[in-house]
């Protein structure tokens, strides 16, 4: 297996522009989330789907964060418009779903950098 | 309510030595633990997982982890580092939830030749 594949792997913007990151989940997951890094923060779960169903956005920063899943095996997450303190990486992990299945397996994250 | 204390932001070792990296946790039932590695500029891989089996797990690259109950503890440890091991070290629970895991803040690895 490909593992979760995450695109692009870097993306430098200016200020009001609009983000979009993508994240292919490994086959037969079920359970998708997007994290962010930061230095300050550390990892922070921001969203988390269950059968391409938003479970808990409560950790969505505000209203310019957004994330779909619109099939199985593919989820964005677009920040509109983007702000410097966005600046962070941006891991996508996906998993089963239920007792025992709790294993996430990361991608290797998207970059983002804004000026 | 579930969390997860990681003792120690910087662990230094010399290649060689003992790497022990401390992870407490707190738990309303009985947990699921992990471990994962981030090497730098890349995503988190697991290391290992505790789920309700043996107490002492053991996982990749050498590394294994014993879950005690009574201390409410998880540590990592390898007999002898390695300069490779050097990395950001997370332990992580879940606590019942069906599907969050709650991080650690991370302990970074420095392995000296």
């Known amino acids: 297996d490909a593992g979760v594949i995450q695109s692009p792997r870097h993306e430098v913007t200016e200020m009001g522009q609009e983000v979009t990151l993508r994240c292919k989940p490994i086959?037969?997951?079920?359970?998708l989330f997007w994290y962010r890094q930061t230095m300050m923060r550390g990892l922070e779960l921001l969203i988390y789907?269950?059968?391409?169903?938003?479970?808990?956005d409560s950790g969505m920063p505000e209203d310019r964060f957004s994330a779909k899943m619109p099939n199985a095996s593919f989820s964005t997450l677009k920040i509109q418009p983007s702000e410097p303190r966005d600046s962070a990486v941006y891991f996508c992990?996906?998993?089963?779903?239920?007792?025992?299945?709790?294993?996430?397996?990361f991608g290797p994250g998207t970059r983002l950098l804004v000026l | 309510a579930q969390s997860v204390t990681q003792l120690g932001s910087h662990v230094s070792v010399s290649e060689g030595a003992l790497v022990l990296l401390r992870c407490n946790y707190s738990?309303?039932?009985?947990?699921?633990l992990f471990w994962y590695v981030q090497y730098p500029n890349q995503g988190l891989q697991l290391l290992l997982k505790?789920?309700?089996?043996?107490?002492l797990v053991k996982g990749i690259n050498g590394f294994e982890a014993e879950f005690k109950k009574s201390e409410t503890s998880f540590h990592l440890t390898k007999p002898s580092a390695h300069m490779s091991d050097a990395a950001e070290y997370f332990c992580?629970?879940?606590?019942?939830?069906?599907?969050?895991?709650?991080f650690g803040k991370g302990t970074l690895l420095t392995v000296n030749p």
């Open positions: 992580a629970v879940n606590g019942g939830s069906n599907y969050k895991l709650t």
């Open positions: 505790y789920t309700s089996a043996a107490t």
């Open positions: 992990a996906s998993g089963g779903s239920g007792r025992g299945q709790e294993t996430q397996y």
């Open positions: 789907f269950n059968n391409n169903v938003p479970i808990d």
């Open positions: 086959s037969g997951h079920n359970s």
């Open positions: 738990s309303s039932v009985p947990p699921y």
